[in-house]
């Protein structure tokens, strides 16, 4: 590469990411169907899609959690994609999780310290006499008093467990985090503290962020691009400013026509709900996954599969009607 | 204001439902916890109040002593609710069995576990319908079927012969507002219906709410932490904070003119898409309200939200703020407007 790769490389690379599932009968359930991106240092990509759509089963592909089924992950230009259990320890100290729910994903039987203190240990990243004063760091960089330390999970809020999961992503320096609904089962108010909290860790550690989320608000809020998905695909891939505010596919129209706005007087607006639900991945529809719900479907989508190509600079749409 | 507005204002009409001095409390190890204090609201006929709040606040409570789903002991409930002008607090257990469905009925947010997963949809529908109305069970299935034909659900015939788990979580609370909407109560407590459904469900179901309100009239209590779903369906609003409602006003009022500073922060706090729509440029920040949201203990003397409160003078952790009505029907418990 020519130019100065520590700039222009990105952290994170997927290509063609396939994951399917073997269910009864022999069937296949394609929960990913080719997904290929590109995360840069310091970005946030905002993940959207409803339930079902497989946006949770990427995260777990991506951070090896589940083994892909095609396709190649490169992490920092290193291919990742079939490292052993061994080989990819030192990858996790870069790439970490953060989990919907708070609360379980902590050992209840270990205190906010311990659990804080814990990837410190196994990665061996500080000096055993060091490790206290890190925590008590650490505490404060998620703004959780270290006076914190001694509580179990159970002693501590929704918020306030979130926070010390947070802690331990970060402790390890990582370049990469993945949060699948990482705010989505807090309350408004704390909801806003830990979007907040994200937002100043990003700019003081220059991390980038894979943020998964069905709500269209957060994603607005957080994302420098995002990418919407549907039944295992990327249907639309851009900015945040021109995916919600220049919507080009009738799915991610029907995303932002659906999610609730705080304000009476803007949504009397006349709207067009989208019928039906989110088809199986076992057996998806015939063309454009979409048709049978898109209020716009012709003949063509019936049976030809559209492709995602770039419409704009740096759009991406996958749909035959743009 | 015209005479039409004057005719329609609140206190002409007589509400299908009143609450009078609600509270609810619970005996715990470290005393008494209270989740409800203190709190007094009536429902209009046709109209959807919406009680907004954070986990904790007593939302949920309140729904489950109106229909007197909570069990007593250990809950401690005090207070009145009447049913059209009628005390139901008082009523035997059997008397209430037959206000419960028929007057006033509930959808569920987890409408997989407020199903019964042994029973066909049919087996569930018809239950109340022959209980309240004393059809048989024929008649019954003929009427289960219209209504699965009123909420939307396709092929209802085979439907009824199904169990919950061949259905969608969209379907399934269609069945459950089809089960609430069997008798044609006259009050409906819906807890958080769409909370656990994806957004384009989400706006399916809350269309489908709103047309039954419109087409039998029907009063709607919604029970929801969503302010946008407040601002899409609901025409008043109360806000709660730990067991107290704290402001209550037209949804109009409310949006446009918060005037407790918990409703101006959770507004402050919410993502919103309106604001990502338009102007230069995309905030990528939230305003926060400090602290936490506080857990179920003894009541507080004051204002349970002056430890997170910006304007908080001395008397807010000392005195209950008292009600001020600052427009017709927006009223707002802060010391602020005393």
Known sequence: ?322 | MSDAMVQNSPETVQPVLSVRNLKVSFEGPKGRAVAVDNISFDVRPGEMLALVGESGCGKSTVALSLMKLLASPPAIIEGSVYVKGREIFNLSKEEISKVRGKEMAMIFQQPMTSLNPVLTIERQLTEGLMLHEGLTRKQARERARENLDLVGIPSANERLNQYPHQLSGGMRQRVMIAMAMSCKPSILIADEPTTALDVTTQAQILALMSGLQDEFGISTILITHDLGVVAETANRVAVMYAGRIVETATSNDLFSNPSHPYTRGLLGAVPRLDALLSGDDMPSRLREIPGNVPSAGPAVPGCPFAPRCDRVKDRCHTQRPTPVELAPGHIVSCWEYA
């Open chain 1, 1 to 322: 590469m020519m130019s100065t790769p520590k700039i222009s490389s990105p952290v994170l690379e997927a290509k063609d990411i396939v994951k399917h599932f073997k269910v009864k009968d022999g069937r296949v359930a394609r929960a990913i169907d080719g997904v290929s991106f590109e995360l840069m240092p310091g970005e946030t990509l905002g993940l959207i899609g409803e339930s079902g759509c497989g946006k949770s089963t990427l995260a777990r592909v991506l951070s090896r959690l589940e083994e892909p089924t095609g396709g190649t992950i490169h992490i920092k230009g290193q291919d990742i994609t079939h490292l052993s259990h061994r080989q990819m320890i030192p990858v996790r100290q870069n790439c970490q999780m953060i989990f919907q729910d708070a609360v379980s994903s902590l050992n209840p039987r270990a205190n906010a310290g311990e659990l804080v203190a814990e990837p410190l240990r196994i990665h061996r990243l500080v000096p055993k006499s060091e490790i206290k004063d890190r925590v008590a760091e650490l505490f404060k960089g998620v703004g959780l008093n270290p006076d914190m330390m001694t509580r179990y999970p159970h002693e501590m809020s929704g918020g306030q467990c979130q926070r010390v999961n947070i802690a331990r992503a970060i402790s390890l320096n990582p370049d990469i985090i993945i949060a699948d609904e990482a705010v989505s089962a807090l309350d408004v108010s704390i909801q806003a503290q830990v979007i907040n909290l994200l937002g100043d860790i990003q700019s003081r550690m220059g991390l980038s962020y894979i943020f998964i989320t069905h709500d269209m608000a957060v994603v607005g809020v957080i994302s420098h691009r995002i990418a919407v998905m549907y039944l295992g695909k990327f249907v639309e891939y851009s900015t945040k400013a021109e995916i919600i505010r220049n919507p080009l596919h009738p799915y991610t129209q029907a995303l932002l026509d659906a999610s609730p706005i705080p304000n009476p007087s803007r949504s009397k607006r006349q709207r067009q709900i989208v019928r039906g639900e989110l088809p199986s991945p076992i057996s998806p529809p015939s063309g454009c996954h979409f048709h049978p719900r898109c209020p716009k479907a012709t003949e063509l989508c019936k049976t030809e599969k559209p492709v995602l190509r770039e419409v704009l600079p740096g759009h991406m749409v996958s749909c035959h009607l743009v």
